[in-house]
């Protein structure tokens, strides 16, 4: 059983010093597309940090209970995979149902969420690191925050520069890049806390 010490480090390691997006460079896809507005970052990384703590935990009980013991480790990828797909078909069904708004905001990118390499990432990760269940799940909530603040910081910029003189050669993507570049440089300072 993890200590709360080592449930703090996991969290403050997970979501400032290894975040997904800016040092592991995972989920870029959604990172990049839909931080346009505060607004719609704001409910993209809500909805990622439901389906990476829910399928963290999903995917760890499977893992100890069903793959471990009958020796499928050998299945691991396939089962999170559908794991995840089958967390993203309920957040889709419940925010066409609830949030249409923010259901039309996020577009192709809400089913994308299944093919996103942090999700998976995580349950990978967890398993290599072999966390427990509740360890796993911090690092699934962690590594969400993360890319929650990331997606969050990445949108407030983007809206601010909406307004400004940008050279023709740096509108659109590459100034959006320059920025993820700068924000992954100002994270670096968070390697020095643990």
Do not use: W
């Given at each position: ?66 793959l471990v013991p009958f020796h499928l480790e050998y ?120």
């Open positions: 059983m993890e200590t709360v010490k080592e449930l703090l480090v996991i969290l403050v390691s997970s979501s400032l010093v290894s975040n997904v997006v800016l040092s592991r460079f995972l989920g870029l896809c959604p990172f990049l597309g839909v931080s346009k507005k505060i607004d719609t970052a704001a409910g993209m990384g809500s909805a990622i940090i439901f389906v990476i703590t829910l399928s963290s935990g999903i995917a760890g009980v499977i893992y100890r209970f069903l299945l691991q990828t396939i089962v999170f995979i559908l794991v995840i797909a089958a967390l993203v078909q309920f957040v889709e069904m419940f925010l066409k149902k609830y949030m249409k708004g923010l259901y039309q905001a996020l577009g192709v990118y809400l089913p994308l969420i299944t093919t996103n390499c942090a999700v998976l990432g995580v349950a990978l990760t967890n398993v290599q690191k072999e966390y427990g269940i509740l360890a796993g799940m911090v690092n699934g909530f962690a590594t969400a925050l993360g890319f929650l603040a990331a997606i969050v910081i990445l949108a407030g910029l983007r809206e601010k520069m909406a307004y400004n003189d940008i050279p023709p050669a740096f509108r659109g993507m590459p100034h959006v890049l320059l920025t993820a570049g700068l924000m992954a440089i100002a994270f670096c300072g968070f390697s020095g806390l643990l």
